[in-house]
């Protein structure tokens, strides 16, 4: 069973990243396409996802991500407006700090629907997985970045009480 897993994972992280091949930046910043499939790949692992587990879980997660990035979209355009150089009168700031306050409730109403329907397709313990697989995932993915770049103009070192999930 093990090794069906980790041939699916295999598979997509594959599947995902020969597409995105050569489609980098000249930065070198990976693609959202790899970033995903880099995701897809490390949250399985983390998870222990079984075959049946995952076919009911990635619609979900997939869901998921759809409805918060397109969130995002929104704030990014909505707050768009306020980031420019002029000086905001007190409406327009007060307007830019409610959208915030809004968004950010939004945000939380999609993550508590999706909590309830990670639970009926996981285990709890995979869910709470789940969780500290995406902040370990993000962590790791910005170390990367920041590595890549040349390790940034400031040098980060982790609590050492801090440890890998």
Known sequence: ??????????????????????????????SREKVKAM?????????????EEAQKFWPVY??????????????????????????LSDAETEKMVDSHIMAEQKELDIKKEYHSKYK??????????????NESFKRDLLKKIRDHKGGG????????SEGRH
């Open 62 to 87: 997939n869901e998921f991500e759809a409805k918060m990035n397109e969130l995002r979209k929104k704030r990014k355009a909505a707050h768009k407006n306020f980031k420019a150089d002029k000086e």
């Open 1 to 30: 069973m093990k090794n069906i897993k980790t041939i699916t994972v295999l598979t997509l992280v594959l599947l995902f990243s020969a597409t995105t091949f050569g489609q980098e930046e000249k930065s070198k910043r990976p």
């Open 120 to 133: 009926a397709v996981l285990p709890i313990k995979k869910v709470a997985k789940l969780y500290r697989a």
């Open 153 to 160: 103009k400031r040098e980060h070192k982790s609590p050492p």
């Open 39 to 51: 995701k897809i790949g490390y949250i399985t692992e983390k998870l222990s996802l079984t075959s």
